[in-house]
């Protein structure tokens, strides 16, 4: 198995930052076939996300996001690729919800109601 972790600081706040993990949310949904739950908070949400040999949270805060992820024993040769991925998408993200004028930082390595992503909101 491998371990997949991104840190992104980000000037956003919340409520864009927000709109920025649903976005990533939506996308994962439709390229990689991932289920995605979001768990909001008071100062923070919660993106979880699986399939079938992938199982991970996006942590998103006012000021950064986390993200950590577990690959199965197949997925987990493709981890380098996957990352990579995963990192363009979320940097590509970023940018626009800065407007495009913004630099992200990069690092790699509750009151809460979940919604589902797909469609409607779905709520635990």
């Known amino acids: 198995m491998a371990d ?3 840190h992104r600081e980000h000037e ?11 976005k990533w949310a939506e996308e994962a949904e439709k390229k990689f076939d991932m289920e995605c739950t979001v768990i909001e ?3 923070s949400d919660t993106v979880e996300f699986t399939r079938t040999g992938v199982s991970g949270r996006l942590i998103v805060a006012a000021d ?5 992820a577990k690959l199965g024993f197949l997925l987990g040769a ?6 990579g991925e995963i990192q ?3 940097d590509t993200l970023l940018a ?6 913004r630099k992200v930082a990069a690092k790699a390595g509750a009151k809460a109601s979940a919604k589902p992503v797909k ?3 779905k709520k635990a």
């Open 4 to 6: 997949l972790r991104i």
């Open 12 to 22: 956003l706040g919340l409520a864009r930052a927000r709109k920025v993990a649903w």
């Open 41 to 43: 908070g008071e100062y």
């Open 64 to 68: 950064h996001f986390d993200l950590e």
């Open 78 to 83: 493709f981890a380098k690729t996957i990352e």
């Open 88 to 90: 363009k998408t979320l």
């Open 96 to 101: 626009e919800g800065a407007g495009g004028g």
């Open 119 to 121: 469609g409607s909101p």
